[in-house]
């Protein structure tokens, strides 16, 4: 029996493109300040482990090649996350959730569900996301955040890992994801998984597991509330 839905976000929740077109840019354009700013205990943190890394390295431009490359880099997503927390501050940055998706989490929890979040962004960045979304602040419908600090999303130990962290059985959650490589391994953890195969976002279905273009059409297929959401 399912009893807890851990969600991926883009391409899962809300449109790549969002992560992709709005908020990299703007971090992209931030990040030589946020990493001046010598005062910020994350920032700092994430300069030394960049220079510990890349001895002699200016930390902007090695930024700048983990961004040009899409690099899941720990520093990076941390530096990111400082932009991003000011973007979502002073309203430059709103998220845009899909509309099938506050309706089916409200379901869920409504009837029992726990709800949590796996991504790539950092946890702080998750927070600000689903805080600053133009449905209103969501995040209290989470009962947990993971991000790369638990391991990544193709391991499959970073799913074992959160099943113990949420103290319930690996095929106790269902995993909601777009990207094939993340579900194979939460399905070698042993948690049930679904693809999200979003038309907008072109996803590329992935052999061998369920898909859904909706929540509401997870809902269906997996018998939890709210499958007769539109």
């Known amino acids: 029996m399912i009893r807890f839905v851990l ?11 969002f992560v992709k077109d709005v908020m990299f840019p703007y971090a992209a354009r931030a990040l030589p300040a946020v990493l001046a ?21 200016d930390p902007l431009d090695v930024c700048q090649e983990w961004m040009a490359r899409d690099e899941k880099a720990a520093p990076l997503k941390a530096l ?15 998220a845009d959730l899909y509309a099938d998706v506050l309706p089916a989490l409200k ?8 709800l949590a979040v796996y991504s790539s962004g950092s946890i702080p960045s998750q927070k600000l996301l689903y805080g600053h979304t133009a449905q209103g602040d969501v995040t209290s419908l ?4 993971f991000d790369l600090s638990t391991g990544g999303k193709k391991d499959a130990t970073s799913y074992v890992k959160i099943a113990q962290a949420l103290n319930v059985e690996a095929g106790e959650i269902l995993f909601l994801s777009d990207i094939g490589a993340e579900l194979d391994a939460a399905i070698e953890a042993g948690l049930a998984v679904c693809q ?31 499958s007769a959401l539109a």
Do not use: C, M
């Open 80 to 94: 990111q996350g400082v932009a991003w927390r000011q973007g979502f501050a002073d309203g430059t940055i709103r």
């Open 196 to 226: 999200l195969v979003r038309p907008q976002d072109a996803t590329v279905p992935h052999v061998g597991v369920p898909q859904a273009a909706t929540l509401a059409e997870v809902a269906a297929n997996f018998g939890l509330a709210g």
């Open 37 to 57: 700013d010598q005062s910020e205990p994350t920032v700092a943190n994430a300069r030394r482990e960049i220079e510990r890394s890349f001895p002699g390295r």
């Open 142 to 145: 989470f009962e947990g955040f």
């Open 107 to 114: 379901a869920w929890k409504d009837a029992g569900l726990g």
């Open 7 to 17: 969600l991926d976000i883009e391409g899962t929740t809300l449109p790549i493109t």
